[in-house]
């Protein structure tokens, strides 16, 4: 497929860009060992598959941004391999934007049966809907918390006086 | 944590663990600190491995600024790490094969042991515990006089200590009866599960990013990454074990080994807009830390992902089927730490 | 092996030496740069309040000094003033300070009785602590591993 001399950050940009060029809206190598990812809602159940397929088999966290200048809020899955040799030192991103006011995309827990938990708290901290979680409860925050998702920049904690 | 267990007689049913008792809120205190004041509050989730957690913090900064560390201060970032890791075993053996199982003696072995590793720890950086030793660019302090001689009298002791370690647990037929073949977890489910740390390493897996994607020094040092295929308690117990002998052997390479120079760079106390991830293998699991920087000087996003919180998803799983009498060996056999699962 | 000779392996350490300090008449001897309370060196400060700014836990103001001591450096005598109860002794105000006015010590008992002492005043963070004789631990072959007063050796 592609020279001896690419590193495997090259290799799996060609790849994916080969393969489901169309399903995603960027890809490229961010520095020595991280490849990022960027896929719209619709299609990101479909390139995760994939990514699975390719031998990335640990979602080793996933993670929520909150940019209200742009509205925008961004839920990042990292992935890496367990198994495979050549791509075990790499992170790949996958980045998913969503709109500030209603948040929801459907859960890669299917995929992905370590992203549980961390779905669950992103959850819990940002006010994310994810459809198709088996199970959304409380788990960080205590019980009787009223207040708006704490991660978001609407809340703002008081200063050490 | 809580674990509310159904039964029926004697054998579990179903668990469910309930965390979030020591939620601080860190992430969030995070965005409202600038960089050098985030550290010493980063690193206190978990207090017997701090050092690990600081420099899955520094490393996205300095990758973030484009700073170099000089190659004596990755030496000395390397040495206080593996001391950490020996120390942090010997606590995680001391309370959770120890007192966990009614052991008294491999307490006071365990924290025995520790007091040589934290006073070595204190005369390079004048603290016992959390250090906040490791700033972008480099260390806070160099090696003192007398450090090296001493190291190495440690390491004699501990490996020859090591030996009646082994006499008193691991090979200590009551405990093995009790470990071996409880909570079992097989190769399939702990790739499934995605649980990292010795409790992958004791499945079967080989993974460990000190080898799959080596930091500071640790491609020039020359150690194993040590697994067994059982998958019981008994193999959790054992790789803690064995690398704290690897562990004594980095040591001494690097001791051998320190090359003269400066120990720190200058850099800004500025997190330039962009963002980046740092791995580090603590002696839990992985830890991450994802940072998003946005030009200012206190970052825009903080997340930590740390081995504890990763490997809490193997617990209702390992716990099906287990008598209630072993339910403190598979749990202790985890190696736990509420505080850095909860942040 | 059988268990009598694990059970056997606790029983040798009633013949070797202890590792237990009788303290507080036998303290462990501390190493250089232990991070202690601060000392504050009065003739160096200049009331900048750069370790004000820098402390995490927001532990130091700096307050105006009331004696008929001058000092040139510092007309306005400004000094930081320590609420030990937040500190959390990482020292970063020490490393920071840029005339070199803080300065490390081995005193950790800082607990008190009433809740205004935990405040301590530029004047008495200015005070040398008293020095202690402490013990060291000493490697002996088969016979473990114990503590000796310092000066022996």
Redo the contacts between chains.
């Keep these: 497929m592609t020279a001896a001399s690419s590193t495997p950050e090259q290799d799996i940009v060609a790849a994916i860009r080969e393969q489901v060029g169309n399903a995603v809206q960027d890809v490229k190598v961010d ?1 020595k ?2 490849v990022s990812v960027v896929a719209p809602k619709e299609t990101m159940v479909e390139v995760a598959a994939w990514l699975q397929r390719a031998g990335l ?5 996933v ?1 929520g ?2 940019r209200p200048r742009e509205n925008q809020l961004d839920v ?1 899955y ?1 992935l890496s391999s ?2 495979r040799e050549d791509i ?4 790949v ?1 996958l980045k998913i934007h969503l709109d500030r006011e209603n948040p929801s995309l459907p859960s890669l827990t299917p995929i ?7 779905e669950r708290e992103t959850h819990e901290m940002f006010g994310v809907a994810f459809e198709g979680h088996p199970n959304l409860s ?5 019980d009787n918390w009223e207040g708006p998702p ?2 978001r920049k609407d ?1 703002k ?1 008081p ?3 | 944590m809580r674990i509310m267990v159904k039964t029926d007689g004697d054998l579990i049913v179903e668990a469910t663990p309930d965390i979030g008792y020591v939620h601080r809120g860190c992430e969030k205190i995070a965005e409202s600190r600038n960089v050098i004041k985030n550290i010493p509050m980063l690193e206190r989730p978990n207090i017997a491995d701090a050092s690990h957690l600081n420099w899955s913090y520094i490393k996205p900064i300095e990758e973030l600024q484009g700073v170099e560390v000089p190659e004596r201060g990755l030496y000395i970032r390397t040495i206080l790490c593996e001391m950490n890791r020996i120390a942090s075993h010997l606590y995680g053996m001391a309370i959770m094969a120890g007192i966990f199982s009614g052991h008294t003696t491999m307490y006071m072995f365990g924290f025995g042991d520790r007091e040589l590793l934290l006073d070595l720890c204190e005369m390079l950086t004048g603290a016992r515990m959390t250090f906040s030793f490791f700033v972008p660019g480099g260390v806070r302090r160099d090696f003192p006089r007398g450090f090296k001689e001493k190291l190495l009298e440690t390491l004699d002791y501990l490996e020859r200590h090591l030996g009646a370690i082994d006499r008193i647990l691991v090979s200590n037929p009551v405990f093995v009866e009790r470990a071996r073949g409880v909570g079992v977890l097989k190769k399939e489910d702990a790739i499934r599960l995605g649980v990292v740390g010795p409790v992958l390493r004791g499945s079967g897996v080989r993974c460990d990013v000190r080898k799959d994607a080596p930091y500071g020094v640790y491609d020039r040092v020359d150690f194993e990454v040590i697994s067994f295929v059982e998958g019981d308690c008994l193999s959790r117990w054992l790789v803690r074990f064995e690398e704290i002998k690897q562990s004594i052997r980095i040591l001494r390479q690097l001791a051998r080994d320190v090359p003269k120079g400066p120990i720190a760079k200058k850099s800004p106390l500025v997190v330039p807009g962009g963002e980046a991830i740092g791995r580090v293998e603590s002696s839990r699991g992985e830890i991450n830390h994802y940072v998003v920087g946005d030009g200012g000087d206190k970052p825009y996003r903080v997340k930590m992902s740390t081995g504890s919180f990763k490997n809490l998803a193997a617990l209702p799983f390992l716990l099906k089927g287990v008598r209630i009498g072993d339910m403190p060996m598979v749990y202790g056999s985890l190696d736990y730490w509420p505080v850095e699962a909860d942040r | 092996m059988s268990a009598a000779e694990a059970f056997f392996e606790g029983v040798k350490h009633m013949f070797k030496r202890t590792f237990t300090l009788k303290h507080p008449y036998e303290r462990h001897e501390l190493p250089d740069g232990y991070r202690g309370r601060h000392l504050l060196y009065m003739d160096r400060c200049t009331g900048c309040g750069i370790c004000a700014w820098i402390c995490p836990e927001k532990c130091i103001t700096i307050v105006s000094v009331s004696e008929e001591k001058t000092y040139p450096q510092n007309p306005q005598k400004r000094f930081p003033q320590y609420w030990y109860v937040r500190c959390c002794f990482c020292h970063f105000c020490t490393d920071y300070c840029p005339t070199g006015a803080l300065d490390y010590t081995k005193d950790y008992d800082l607990a008190e009785y009433e809740k205004e002492l935990i405040i301590w005043s530029p004047e008495r963070l200015s005070k040398v602590p008293d020095a202690y004789e402490g013990y060291r631990t000493k490697f002996h072959g088969w016979a473990g591993v114990d503590h000796v007063p310092s000066k022996e050796s």
């Excluded at chain 1, 075990?88 to 992170?91: A, E, F, R």
């Design positions: 520095r060992g991280r088999d640990h979602a080793i966290t993670s941004v909150d990042v990292f367990y198994c075990k030192g790499l992170v991103s992905w049966e370590s992203a549980n938990l961390f409380r788990l960080l925050l205590q704490p991660l809340l904690i200063e050490l006086a």
